[in-house]
């Protein structure tokens, strides 16, 4: 396993690359969740590509941009044994170099809604770094984590738009024992908290039985998610049941859609979300 640290090395890397390349964008301090997305790669890919970035440009003024968790010598031990070939993990002036002005912003409910709404500028700084490693990178796969079920919307938008030709791959959210959505995040959680934590996971459960018994107002599953979080005294960001692909609010659950949920937990912001299917 190789670590590049410059685009001018994974430029150099990646025209010698042969058969297909598949990467995983993370920000490091890996756990499960991003690991079933390097098996996902390495399954269909020959060399597989992990970037790990802490993304300076996705962080908003007051957010954890500083204080987020780091463990380079864990992840590379973490990505030795799942057997990627390359991790690239660029400094920040390398991914942007002084006099950068190449921002790639989308626009319309699948950007501007959600997390576009409550972290402004957060999509913007995802969809210029990954449009940026995509061009360096130049992959045939990238594999993303429905964990940040808007994000991966926002890429699928975003390869439509610049026509770029790599196969983006969701893959299913992967839980802790108790349910609780696998976050490097989650190290922020006090033992209190991370108990609190759960009424996220148990929001999503309870609505997915609602749908199954034959709910089809969004308006209760939306207030039975409220409940839940309100009383587990978790701060809520939102509560959305939105159109699978369009991410616009439904009145009724008529047709795919994600039930997401964002919440703070004291001083951590926690998302997560399932799909209801009619
Ligand atoms: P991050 O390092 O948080 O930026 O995440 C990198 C990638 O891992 C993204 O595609 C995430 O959606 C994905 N990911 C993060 N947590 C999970 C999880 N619990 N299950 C599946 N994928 C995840």
């Not at 409940?227 to 005294?233: D, E, F, I, P």
Request: proline share 6%; hydrophobic share 40%.
């Amino acid at each position: 396993m190789r670590t590049i640290t410059t685009v001018a090395g994974m430029t150099t890397a990646r025209d010698a690359a042969t058969g297909t390349v598949g990467l995983v964008p993370t920000m490091g301090f890996l756990h499960e969740g991003h690991l079933s997305l390097v098996r996902s790669a390495r399954a269909a890919c020959d060399t597989v590509i992990v970037s790990i970035f802490v993304n300076p440009a996705q962080f908003g003024q007051d957010e954890d941009l500083g204080r987020y968790p780091r463990d380079e010598e864990r992840d590379l031990a973490l990505l030795r044994d799942e057997g990627a070939d390359i991790v690239f993990m660029p400094p920040p002036e390398e991914v942007y170099p002084p006099g950068f002005d190449d921002w790639v912003e989308l626009r319309g409910p699948i950007a501007e809604r959600l997390e576009g709404e409550h972290r402004p500028g957060h999509f913007r700084g995802v969809a210029t770094v990954v449009a940026r490693l995509f061009r360096v990178v130049r992959p045939h796969r990238a594999c993303f984590g429905e964990k940040d079920a808007q994000q991966l919307r926002v890429i699928r938008r975003l390869t439509r738009d610049l026509g770029l030709s790599v196969d983006v791959v969701g893959l299913p959210i992967v839980r802790e024992p108790d349910g609780l959505a696998m976050s490097s995040r989650n190290v922020y959680l006090t033992p209190d908290g991370r108990a609190r934590a759960l009424s996220l996971s148990r929001a999503l459960a309870e609505a997915e039985r609602l749908v199954s018994e034959g709910e089809r107002d969004a308006s209760n599953i939306r207030e039975s998610a409220r409940r839940t979080l309100v009383a587990a005294g978790v701060g809520i960001d939102y509560v959305s049941v939105a159109g699978e692909e369009t991410l616009e609010e439904l009145e009724t659950i008529d047709r795919p859609a994600l039930l997401l949920l964002a919440a703070r937990v004291g001083a951590t912001r926690l998302i997560d979300n399932t799909m209801l299917a009619p």
